[in-house]
């Protein structure tokens, strides 16, 4: 692969750790949208919202999304009315994307952006009304999806509310994912995407 990521010591700095891996192709590839892409993507978010039937439990409501990646979702959390919204991801790109999108649309008064772990956030107890995971949780190790979701409970009040959305496992299609997750570890994340 030296022709595509340059010296032999550029590879050897690369992460082979699973987390690590999703962190480094996700600084990669969560701040490439302009304004037009990104609402279409907010889109998507907003179309799931109403899928779900959750638009009624988030009005009105304070919600954080953990590992919010750009923030998409609090976006779209935001426009279905939504009192507010808080994002919580390790990625500093994807954070100061998000941040950069909010101040564009005059949002920052309504949302806000933490680089922190899921597992072990600075958030107050007890202080949102409803929290949501979107494909973040299977990412972590083993041990730490525990801690993740306790992380949540710990955050979210009383009669708070959870949406939750992970990959399965004991599926043909995950088996291949995680194969190709192993073959590709040492993989230059651009060239993964592209």
């Known amino acids: 692969l030296d022709f595509i990521e340059g010296s032999n010591k550029k590879n050897e700095e690369k992460t082979t750790d699973l987390v690590e891996k999703h962190k480094e192709l996700w600084q990669e590839i969560w701040d490439r949208y302009d304004p037009e892409e990104f609402e279409e993507y907010i889109d998507l978010y907003r179309n799931r919202i109403q899928v ?3 638009h009624d439990i988030i009005k009105g409501k304070d919600c954080v ?3 919010c990646g750009n923030g998409v979702f609090c976006f779209a959390l935001l426009d279905e009315g939504a009192n507010s919204a808080t994002g919580i991801d390790f990625g500093t790109n994807s954070i100061r994307f998000a ?3 909010a101040q564009e649309k005059n949002l920052v008064s309504k949302v806000s952006f933490i680089e922190e772990d899921v597992i072990k956030t600075s958030l107050e ?3 949102f009304d ?3 995971a979107n494909g973040v949780f299977h990412h972590l190790h083993m041990e730490d999806m525990d801690k993740a ?3 949540v409970n710990r955050v979210l009040k009383k009669d708070g509310w959870f949406w939750y959305y992970t ?3 004991n599926m043909i299609g995950m088996d291949l994912w995680d194969m190709s997750v192993d073959a590709l570890k040492g ?3 651009i060239f993964i995407e592209n």
């Open 52 to 54: 779900n039937s959750i």
């Open 125 to 127: 107890d007890n202080s």
């Open 187 to 189: 993989v230059n994340v």
């Open 149 to 151: 979701l306790c992380e």
């Open 99 to 101: 941040q950069k999108v």
């Open 65 to 67: 999304d953990f590992g």
């Open 167 to 169: 990959d399965g496992s």
């Open 130 to 132: 409803f929290a949501i």
